[in-house]
């Protein structure tokens, strides 16, 4: 059974920083793409980040709205994907979600459970 | 950046209802479109992929139609869990969302 688990979630002061994890289990993480996907509250789906395969040289994408800020990586040995997020705005908060991207990213087949992040003085 | 457009934002059906969802990229997708259906606390799932694929373990009563630039759901005989928002997803380029159509049951 395919399982993404996220933690890291909290309450941080804007202009700070935070780091997410996500655990899978269940398929061969290293032969997939991973993203991550945000919801604010009362709103809509956001993409996020991506991260590609060792194939495809661990290559990256970020949404304008966190570009240069946020960093994803990946450590396919704890089958883990990462997403340090810095200078943290009040926008940003939302859960998050670890997606695993299917099909050379062309469909989000699993989802974990989200963590919030809360951005607030 | 391509932009995904749903509609209606909301609507109320009963049950036994057909339900069509409408959603219309900025610019030619071919067919690089998903469709997700989010209930609140849990984690979305896809319902559609390639426009018209249905993912295995949803119903039939669920498909997706379109290319290009429209595209629409339909739920067929519209079930009390069907209660959510749905969600269109583009694919072509980097992926963005639709605005979301929240499915009310009467």
């Known amino acids: 059974e395919v399982q993404l688990v996220e933690s890291g979630g909290g309450l941080v002061q804007p202009g700070g920083s935070l780091s997410l994890s996500c655990v899978a289990s269940?398929?061969?993480?290293?032969?997939?793409?991973m993203d991550w996907v945000r919801q604010a509250p009362g709103k809509g789906l956001e993409w996020v980040a991506r991260?590609?395969?060792?194939?495809?040289?661990?290559?990256?994408e970020y949404a304008a709205s966190v570009k240069g800020r946020f960093t994803i990586s990946r450590d396919d040995s704890r089958k883990s994907v990462y997403v340090q997020m810095n200078s943290l705005k009040t926008e940003d908060t939302a859960v998050y979600y670890c997606?695993?991207?299917?099909?050379?990213?062309?469909?989000?087949?699993?989802w974990g459970q989200g963590t919030l992040v809360t951005v607030s003085s | 950046d391509i932009q995904m457009t749903q509609s209606p934002s909301s609507l109320s059906a009963s049950v036994g209802d057909r339900v069509i969802i409408t959603c219309r990229a900025s610019q030619r997708i071919s067919t690089s479109l998903n469709w997700y259906q989010h209930k609140p606390g849990k984690a979305p799932k896809l319902l559609i992929y390639?426009?018209?694929s249905v993912q295995s373990g949803v119903p039939p009563r669920f498909s997706g139609s379109g290319s290009g630039t429209d595209f629409t759901l339909t739920i067929n005989t519209l079930q009390p869990e069907d209660l959510a928002t749905y969600y269109c997803?583009?694919?072509?380029?980097?992926?963005?969302f639709g605005g979301g159509t929240r499915v009310e049951i009467k």
């Open positions: 269940g398929f061969t993480f290293s032969d997939y793409y």
């Open positions: 997606v695993r991207a299917a099909d050379s990213g062309a469909l989000f087949d699993y």
């Open positions: 991260i590609r395969q060792r194939v495809k040289s661990y290559t990256t």
């Open positions: 997803q583009q694919s072509y380029t980097i992926p963005t």
């Open positions: 390639g426009a018209s």
